[in-house]
């Protein structure tokens, strides 16, 4: 990005920045859950079309897509997500959610503001006849429902013509001011398992006469996470931890039938994709001593979302180049899924974290609580790397993203 072009962002966020912030502030205030983001839809459609541009709602009803910019070459694609969380605002301020059990905890009202910052300024560019390509703005419901609304942006043809992704995720950790960046895998693979046992119930005096079905079940979750760990390398992390686990209504009566539900997480794309079979086999083998009928369900949810290197590459030089020398961090790979993994399993793509922390902020913060804020300044951040980022990919020649091999 060149020195005059920085210069112009900075005008143009001198003129736009308190606009954006009150922007991030109504979102805030007004959140809505996955596929219900309706209202906020229609605000960024708006936007969009106040300026110029022509969004495409989704067919799901709610997120869009919009392109910015003049060519029929492929696009470069930004993403933000709409949804927010089913979880009460604790904060004590004037933006505080106005909708019992719902806010944005995970700052999705932030990258949402911070994308459409960028749109803004991207169409500002093409009507001075200064952006050199076109731009995809994705706005996509649903990310934090599983597998996510990514897919439904893939199925609507939203990737369609799109050489590479880019998106920001509020890290509160990172002070604002620097973006943190990690090539390959930079969040962790998620999948749900839930395992019904059913059996011949009966008297606890004679469990030698029943399945003993809580034995059994005992079983299943002990020594199925330990047995994963002698089955899979140590490194890609693969754990399996139950959250639920039922069986029986009173101390001596043997139950006929129980259940144990959790999330199988990894840290390695290929080891995700061995997972289901594997898990599937143990709990079998486990099993095969009692005399139960089995039903295991295992539900596919993410896989680990993996920057490309030149894409990272990429985007840590855009960030550099706006936000200054001592910007870019590095970041630990997160447990957490994500699903812009989708879109990195198709076109080459960086996820990077937005530092959201205010400077001198000694608190131990974390993105799913109710009291999840963030340091403002970080919109014209996330402004500046995003539109930073896009105009840098654009500059690429085209054939360098034609051969990637997720």
């Not at 046992?197 to 079940?217: F, K, N, Q």
């Amino acid at each position: 990005m060149t020195e005059s072009l920085v210069t112009w962002l900075g005008t143009w966020l001198g003129r736009h920045e308190s606009r954006l912030i009150g922007l991030r502030r109504h979102l805030h205030a007004h959140p809505e859950l996955a596929y219900a983001e309706r209202d906020t839809t229609k605000l960024i459609c708006r936007q969009l079309e106040d300026a110029g541009l022509a969004p495409k709602v989704l067919p799901v009803g709610t997120g869009l897509v919009c392109d910015v910019g003049p060519g029929e070459q492929p696009a470069v694609g930004l993403r933000a997500d709409l949804d927010a969380l089913p979880l009460s605002d604790e904060k004590d301020v004037p933006y505080r959610s106005r909708v019992s059990g719902v806010s944005h905890a995970c700052g999705h009202d932030v990258h949402t503001t911070c994308l459409l910052g960028a749109a803004l300024a991207l169409a500002d560019l093409d009507r001075e006849g200064r952006l050199p390509g076109r731009v995809r703005l994705v706005f996509q419901p649903a990310e934090e429902s599983v597998p996510g609304g990514a897919l439904d942006v893939i199925a609507a043809g939203g990737l369609e013509g799109v050489r590479a992704m880019f998106a920001l995720h509020c890290d509160p950790k990172v002070p604002v001011g620097q973006v943190g960046l990690k090539e390959g895998a930079i969040t962790s693979a998620c999948d749900a398992v839930s395992v019904r046992l059913v059996g011949e119930g009966g008297h606890t005096a004679r469990p030698h006469l029943t399945s003993d079905l809580v034995y059994a079940l005992g079983d299943v979750i002990t020594r199925v996470p330990a047995l994963l760990s002698r089955r899979v390398d140590p490194r890609a992390g693969l754990s399996l931890v139950w959250g639920r686990v039922t069986a029986g209504a009173t101390h001596n009566v043997i139950p006929q039938s129980g259940s144990a539900a959790g999330t199988v997480r990894t840290l390695d794309r290929d080891a995700w994709h061995e997972a289901p079979a594997l898990v599937q086999g143990l709990i079998d083998t486990v099993l095969a001593p009692y005399k139960l009928g089995v039903d295991v369900e295992y539900r596919r949810g993410l896989p680990p979302v993996m920057n490309a290197p030149d894409s990272t590459a990429l985007m840590a030089a855009a960030t550099v180049a706006v936000l200054g020398p001592d910007s870019v961090v590095p970041t630990e790979q997160s447990l957490g899924g994500e699903d812009f993994a989708w879109y990195a399993e198709q076109v080459p793509a960086a996820l990077a974290r937005l530092g959201v922390r205010a400077p001198g902020d000694t608190r131990v913060l974390d993105i799913h609580r109710g009291t999840f804020d963030v340091d403002e300044r970080a919109v014209g951040c996330g402004v500046r790397v995003l539109l930073a980022t896009a105009l840098a990919a654009l500059e690429q020649p085209v054939d360098q993203w034609a051969t990637y091999q997720p």
